[in-house]
């Protein structure tokens, strides 16, 4: 999978799909083709599960006939061999479960190309010194936001943090490491009513949140339990695309906020918290 990464310089310009691939996709029967590459694969145990027409809102809501195309060409390629259900939809992306060689797992995240999602993301890419130009085309900027979470998990991911190995990024397709057991994916903090030993995973999430500024020189910006994953009794910070530099504008202001609910959240669960100026303090301490 290594020798699929990109370089490590941003890249600001859409790329072109490229059909000369697919043209035995187009035409009257493109629907059945990409039905048979990607919607057939779905795994009809977790179908039975799943209400139809939700699932199909959920599809239609990422897979248009371009994303299909890239889909198909992904599954083509070999990187993967199969996509079989979805693992999470949010505003911003849907997460897939997928397969690759020697049936390894694999999380597919999907970003949606959306005009209103977009708005909200250049909040975060303005300021950042990694940014030369902001696009103003609504895919462009998705792209460049997908692009932005590969990178933000590839700085956390080198440095040691407890983050989803990046892997694959494709314009609005992001390939990682799948963090569960089998088909059963990992939960989310807020879901586990009683974690064990909550004392050591604040001490965790601490460490995270403290050698993500100074190793990664990232803030994530809204770190809270609900982006969180509970695996093995670990903490494994996930949706770190909005994450920026120390020297963004607002870099200590995200700071802040994630001390905040981190706090918060231990704080219900009856976990007694260290003090939050302190932890500040020792977090912007680069010395």
Avoid: C
């Avoid at 083509?76 to 199969?82: C, E, F, P, Y």
């Avoid at 001490?203 to 990232?218: G, P, R, T, W």
């Avoid at 669960?269 to 003090?275: A, K, L, R, S």
Wanted: aromatic share 10%; no cysteine; hydrophobic share 35%.
């Amino acid at each position: 999978m290594g020798k699929n990464q990109p370089e490590e310089e941003w890249n600001e310009e859409e790329e072109e799909l490229d059909n000369s691939d697919n043209n035995d996709l187009m035409g009257d029967d493109f629907e059945k083709n990409i039905d048979n590459l990607v919607k057939k694969q779905i795994d009809s145990k977790r179908v039975k599960k799943i209400d139809q027409t939700k699932k199909r809102a959920t599809v239609d809501s990422v897979f248009d006939e371009r994303m299909y195309l890239q889909v198909s060409k992904i599954l083509k390629s070999g990187i993967l061999s199969r996509i079989e259900g979805i693992i999470s939809a949010g505003k911003e992306a849907n997460v897939y479960l997928a397969y690759g060689q020697n049936n390894k797992e694999y999380a597919v995240k999907i970003y949606k190309i959306d005009t209103n999602t977009s708005k909200w993301m250049r909040n975060y890419i303005i300021g950042d010194p990694r940014f030369k130009r902001i696009p103003h085309n609504v895919s462009k900027i998705i792209y460049l936001w997908a692009s932005k979470e590969f990178k933000n998990l590839k700085r956390a991911y080198k440095v040691g943090l407890n983050v989803p190995e990046p892997l694959f990024i494709k314009n609005n397709i992001l390939i990682m490491d799948y963090i569960g057991f089998g088909s059963i994916p990992a939960p989310k903090l807020k879901d586990i009513k009683f974690p064990k030993d909550p004392i050591n995973l604040l001490s965790e999430v601490l460490y995270f949140i403290k050698n993500l500024y100074q190793k990664a020189a990232l803030v994530h910006g809204d770190l809270s339990e609900f982006n969180i994953l509970y695996h093995n009794q670990k903490p494994v910070i996930i949706d770190i695309s909005q994450a920026v530099t120390i020297h963004h504008p607002k870099a200590e202001i995200l700071l802040v906020r994630d001390i905040k609910n981190i706090f918060n959240y231990f704080e219900t669960i009856g976990v007694e918290v260290p003090n939050r100026e302190d932890f500040y303090y020792e977090v912007i301490n680069l010395e």
